[in-house]
């Protein structure tokens, strides 16, 4: 039997941050959506932590950034401690990865500023959608497809006022 020589998984070695652990093909699915919307995206990490899943993902799109608001994580020059409301540049894609997926959900959640847009631009490169986009009670607009492999992945755009005022209602 031919033993592979890629890993099947990325490890962070010091074991802090949300997940510690990134399967190669997650990693290659966010840089063929990136890809898919923008011939040289620009990726954000929302959250990013101490950019584990960045790394790697920066490993084929050298330009992406991250974002935490803990400053413990702001040791790479590509991590910044800043909210994200306060970025001022626009991005093709952004990484939202902050909790392990629940049976049925998501397991990659794209940020993307126009889903209409990038539903478009997904559907014409043969992506099959199994939900066309679609308006959510707490300001997303949303729709979902499979990669070839069979994972739920989902392109979502968030009005941030709608969506801090449905978080904290007053």
Do not use: H
């Not at 970025?87 to 959640?109: M, Q």
């Not at 500023?113 to 043969?126: F, I, N, P, S, W």
């Amino acid at each position: 039997m031919r033993q592979r020589s890629i890993p099947l998984r990325f490890q962070d070695p010091r074991g802090f941050g949300c997940y510690t652990a990134y399967r190669r093909v997650d990693v290659l699915r966010i840089v063929a959506v990136a890809r898919a919307l923008s011939p040289e995206p620009r990726v954000i990490d929302v959250g990013c932590g101490n950019g584990g899943l960045l790394e790697k993902v920066r490993e084929y799109i050298p330009g992406a950034i991250g974002v935490d608001i803990d400053e413990r994580f702001a040791v790479k020059p590509y991590i910044r401690c800043v909210d994200i409301n306060d970025v001022e540049e626009r991005f093709d894609l952004a990484i939202l990865s902050l909790e392990k997926p629940r049976k049925g959900e998501p397991c990659v959640n794209f940020l993307v500023e126009d889903v209409d847009e990038a539903y478009k631009t997904l559907r014409q490169r043969g992506v099959n959608f199994l939900k066309d986009p679609d308006d959510t009670p707490w300001g997303g607009r949303i729709a979902l497809f499979t990669d070839p492999d069979g994972n739920l992945l989902q392109i979502t755009q968030i009005d941030w006022k709608r969506y801090f005022a449905a978080c904290a209602p007053r």
